[in-house]
């Protein structure tokens, strides 16, 4: 057991997959010596929440947010039962994160503040500045939330990534810098749009967490460097990092990202005109998307009945509490019937709501279960329907663009006719235009897959927009789906000059700046 345990400490950043198998192995020999009772009991539970605490953080990575929030329940019980307080706030410190990642911003800043005073209060000053990034991460995601107080929410955002950088500098606390710089980064390269200062803070964290061999981190490095040379048009070097981190986040098995570093691998050659690859990756992008998306709907089901079981447990706990006091009084005052008849009546009503209660609960998961599995079923149809229409849409672009194509040949033909030139007849003319099937129901019928499928992007840019037009809206629409200037003027029946003409009217209507990415402001909504 302990060897294990010392191996999965050992292990923890340099080899991750290694390091959780030792402490499951860890996990399990604890679990059968309190089984056997008899031996220093609260030693053996503070072990196990201290493994729980680690194995919180694999499931977390891995994007199983469910399995990662039992396990924050489970350690935080053990420490309460066992009064251990100084490492109590590293379980509220994932509760929160857990929260943070799910948008429950209200519950994520109750228990960060509640973990950080818990640091304070028992002197543990590493977890102090990790939560003061903490709580800076959360206000930049509310701010970018928030409408008509974000550039205030975002200041104070700022703000206090500042003081958790100075605070870790302090320390002297490696992992506490490295990771106080690479969240810094993120929010200057992003919201800030000043890449070239959070390719410097980047390049610092990576060479702390390389210093460490925290391989976790170093994957998130590659990848923001990875965004940000891709920002400052520097695609070659972009792919380089872009493809360290797809090996890492494979290693690591970090499903809940690798999908985006196949993104950004595929935006990457996409930008040096490397056509082939990019659509390799992309694919790899889309399939690995549809499949978290499936997961997700699961998990977010499952973690409302975990969190559910949760306080059935607590409250199980409470009655269980009340028995042992009900019986201690009943042993003390044996002689008073009329006492005892009423606690015998108080404890039949207890069962019989505990029952109630059982058979309600038991009712709800198996409900829960099922719409899982009906929410499940359809999210694979949906996704099996979304792909033949695009394969469609595809499809009648492509016939499109050769449609127009003949309208062309066969304009210069009649040109030709009228000049007189040899080689062109009106028989040969007609001929061509009787092998021309394209007419203008199959255009209209590609823009109409095109609006099934945006819908839901274009009542988000509608609200966010009001003043676009309806030619507006298609044109976005388009740029949404990845659609080339040459397709989209092909599917309006215009010149590319035109589209280029519409495309900075967007961008004057929106308000974006010359600089900023019309493409990626469209995919943000």
């Known amino acids: 057991m302990e060897q294990n345990y010392l191996l999965g400490l050992e292990l923890f950043y340099p080899n991750p997959m290694s390091s959780k198998a030792h402490f499951q192995k860890s996990l399990q020999r604890i679990d059968s010596v309190l089984l056997k009772g008899g031996l220093d009991t609260r030693f053996y539970l503070f072990k196990k929440a201290h493994i729980l605490d680690k194995l919180f953080n694999f499931s977390r990575r891995s994007g199983n947010y469910l399995e990662a929030l039992e396990l924050a329940q489970q350690s935080l019980q053990i420490k309460e039962k066992i009064g251990e307080k100084y490492s109590l706030c590293v ?8 929260m943070m990642y799910e948008d429950n911003y209200e519950k994520a800043d109750v228990y960060f503040s509640k973990a950080y005073a818990l640091s304070i209060e028992n002197q543990n000053p590493a977890i102090s500045g990790k939560l003061l990034v903490d709580k800076a991460r959360l206000l930049r995601d509310l ?16 703000n206090q990534y500042k003081v958790a950088i100075t605070f870790a500098d302090s320390l002297g606390y490696k992992s506490c810098i490295a990771y106080a710089y690479e969240r810094y980064a993120s929010f200057i390269g992003g919201a800030r749009r000043n890449e070239e200062k959070a390719l410097q803070l980047v390049s610092k964290a990576l060479g702390l967490y390389q210093e460490l061999d925290n391989k976790y981190w170093i994957e998130s490095c590659y990848n923001r460097m990875g965004s940000l040379y891709r920002h400052l048009d520097r695609p070659e070097e972009a792919i ?9 986040a494979t290693e690591l098995e970090k499903e809940n990202t690798l999908h985006l570093r196949y993104l950004g691998l595929s935006n990457s050659y996409k930008d040096i005109k490397d056509y082939k690859n990019a659509l390799t990756y992309y694919s790899k992008f889309k399939a690995l998307l549809v499949k978290r998306m499936n997961l997700k709907n699961t998990r977010r089901i499952a973690q409302k009945d975990a969190a559910f079981t949760y306080e059935k447990q607590k409250a199980l706990d409470s009655l269980r509490f009340v028995q042992q006091k009900n019986e201690a009084e009943k042993a003390i005052k044996r002689k008073a019937d009329f006492r005892l008849w009423a606690i015998s009546a108080i404890l039949l009503l207890i069962v019989l709501i505990a029952i109630i209660a059982y058979l309600a609960i038991k009712k709800r998961t198996i409900e829960a279960e099922a719409e899982a599995l009906r929410q499940l079923e359809k999210n694979s149809m949906l996704a099996v329907e979304v792909s033949e229409q695009k394969q469609e849409i595809l499809a009648l672009v492509d016939e499109n663009i050769a449609h127009q194509r003949q309208k062309a040949l066969l304009k210069q033909n009649l040109e030709k006719l009228a000049k007189r030139e040899e080689g062109v007849t009106l028989k040969s003319i007609l001929i061509d235009l009787k092998t021309d ?11 109409e897959n095109i ?3 945006t819908y839901e992007f274009k ?7 009001p003043e676009l037009s309806k030619t507006d809206m298609e044109i976005c629409s388009f740029i949404k789906l990845g659609l080339s200037r040459k397709e989209i003027a092909n599917l309006r ?3 590319i000059y035109a589209i280029k003409s519409s495309r900075y009217r967007l961008k004057k209507k929106m308000g974006l700046s010359k600089e900023e990415n019309l493409e990626n402001y469209l995919d943000s909504i």
């Open 493 to 495: 029946n215009t010149s």
């Open 451 to 453: 609006d099934e499928i």
């Open 437 to 447: 099937g394209i007419d203008d129901s199959k255009l209209n019928m590609v823009k």
């Open 143 to 158: 701010g970018a939330n928030t409408r008509g107080k974000r550039d205030e929410i975002m200041q104070k955002a700022e």
């Open 459 to 465: 009542r988000n840019l509608r609200k966010k927009h």
């Open 91 to 98: 379980s509220y410190r994932a509760m929160g994160l857990i």
């Open 240 to 248: 380089l990092y872009f493809r360290k981190a797809i090996e890492l």
